[in-house]
Nanobody, 124 residues
């Protein structure tokens, strides 16, 4: 069973950048569909970005052009590079793995394993 541990969250001013990391153990990330999901108490859970085993990526509309998901197979680590952060990006960010379906080039992740989350707070 895969275990996921996130890090890299913090507080930053609007316009700043953060990079989240998710170290996986128990299974190679290269063989899993993975992604980042965020939860703000005032909003519904939102899929941020996902990546399938072939490296195809998909982003939520609100983060396109600002966030980049990547995977380092040598370190078994998933990353989320976040740039031009906005107060609306404030949330708990979770790394997740699960099943993927690709429809029209869009990677849909159905999470089944979650990390503990890392908080991102963006001030204006």
């Amino acid at each position: 069973e895969v275990q996921l541990v996130e890090s890299g969250g913090g507080s930053v001013q609007a316009g700043g950048s953060l990079r989240l990391s998710c170290v996986a153990s128990g299974h190679a990330l290269s063989g899993l569909c993975a992604g980042w999901v965020r939860q703000n108490p005032e909003k519904d859970r939102e899929g941020v970005a996902s990546i399938d085993v072939d490296g195809h990526t998909t982003y939520g509309d609100s983060v396109k052009g600002r966030f980049t998901i990547s995977r380092d197979d040598t370190k078994n680590t998933l990353y989320l590079q976040m740039r031009f952060l906005e107060p609306e990006d404030t949330a708990m960010y979770y790394c997740a793995t699960g099943n993927c379906s690709v429809v029209g080039g869009v990677v849909h992740l159905t999470p089944s394993t979650w990390g503990q989350g890392t908080q991102v707070t963006v001030s204006s």
